[in-house]
């Protein structure tokens, strides 16, 4: 089967994170036999191959010439940029003409309203133009593509999770009759189990400082309900940082949190882990969570807020934790490090549970929803 892969952005030698997500599946696609070319829309031409994928970047309008030599078009983030070459309107607009069956897949951002973050929301100038420019030209037109191709036979919607389908639909105000619900795989080969407990009051937060998505302030939230046994790591990079230093001296806990300014490569990250026992992850809005997932294969006791996908990935208690405030939280992480023989059981559940979602198997059934398309 020929499949044509369309994102925004793909990985490369220099931005070797660019929807790596996209990439892992790629790679398991070809693993499996399957034909695969990856397009981004680009201002200007140009390929390259990137560990086995080809990748073709063109303006959105040749990329349109192009999909029509394969069997399937499979839709990855491909964003709408208007007034610019690299717009995936022109895409979405022809796969709305043509009857060639294509899948998309949902991750986010894609279908989500501006206003839907309001606690991104800082009442600046640049805040109302992007709420303009996403609310009143992109959602608009998301909408009118989805509403006129979600009947057609030949067409699908893949979402991480359920919440990430029911918000589509508040979003975009439309019923979605036909979906699949297939996470992101995780690379359990890759993430292998360890045991941690003896590193259970390292805490370790991984996480993009550029995003209040990401609620790194939550993670220090908590570190003021646990006693002084706890310390916590923060890696990552954003505009940010300069808040949460500031956050962290106003509680007084510059002897306990830590910021590193910096990302851990993703093939160093099972090891790196090693030298943890619990990984929190709080969020305000998620619809899945690789990151955290990824942390419970590897065997961190890992932490999150009781909102949006999260409950879909992690049964409290059970599989780790999850809460309403930092507070229970804390209380919680207490209780379940004061014990080997909890820590070890949750530890160990989530391992079987990423197992589940494990990412030869859910590509798997991306290969087989694709194949059913164009059958």
């Not at 490369?12 to 599946?25: A, G, I, L």
Request: glycine share 4%.
């Amino acid at each position: 089967m020929k499949i044509a892969i369309i994102t925004s952005r793909y990985p490369s030698k220099d931005e070797p994170y660019n929807h790596m997500f996209v990439h892992m599946r790629s790679l398991e696609m070809l693993k499996k036999g399957e034909k695969i070319k990856v397009f981004v829309p680009a201002k200007m031409s140009s390929t390259y191959t990137y560990e086995g994928v080809s990748v073709t970047m063109l303006p959105s309008k040749e990329i349109i010439k192009k999909i029509t030599e394969t069997d399937v078009v499979y839709l990855h983030l491909l964003n709408i940029y208007p007034f610019s070459k690299s717009n995936g309107w022109y895409i979405y607009q022809f796969l709305q003409k043509s009857s060639i069956p294509f899948a998309m897949y949902v991750h986010g951002s894609e279908v989500q309203k501006y206003g839907a973050r309001m606690f991104e929301f800082n009442y600046k100038i640049t805040d109302f133009l992007k709420w303009f420019k996403k609310d009143i030209l992109v959602i608009p037109k998301m909408r009118r593509f989805v509403k006129s191709v979600q009947n057609r036979k030949q067409v699908t919607f893949i979402y991480p999770s359920l919440w990430m389908k029911e918000d589509m639909e508040t979003n975009l105000n439309l019923k979605i009759e036909k979906y699949q619900i297939i996470p992101n795989g995780i690379d359990t080969n890759l993430f292998k189990f360890q045991n941690t407990y003896k590193n259970r009051y390292k805490l370790l937060t991984l996480r993009p400082l550029s995003s209040k998505k990401y609620a790194v302030d939550v993670a220090i939230e908590i570190m003021r309900y646990l006693p002084k046994k706890f310390e916590l790591e923060i890696y990552g990079k954003g505009h940010y940082l300069n808040e949460y230093l500031a956050l962290i001296k106003k509680h007084s806990l510059s002897d306990r949190i830590h910021i590193k300014d910096t990302f851990i490569e993703r093939t160093k990250l099972n090891s790196f882990f090693a030298n943890y026992g619990i990984f929190l992850s709080p969020t305000r809005m998620d619809a899945q969570g690789v990151t955290m997932c990824e942390a419970m294969a590897s065997g961190l006791l890992t932490v999150s807020n009781n909102n949006t996908a999260i409950p879909e990935f992690i049964t409290n208690n059970k599989t780790g934790i999850i809460g309403n405030t930092p507070k229970e939280i804390a209380k919680q992480l207490v209780i379940n490090t004061a014990d080997e023989t909890v820590y070890n059981k949750i530890t160990q559940e989530a391992r079987k549970f990423m197992e589940n979602i494990d990412s030869s198997k859910t590509v798997n059934q991306e290969i087989e929803v694709l194949k059913t398309l164009v059958r």
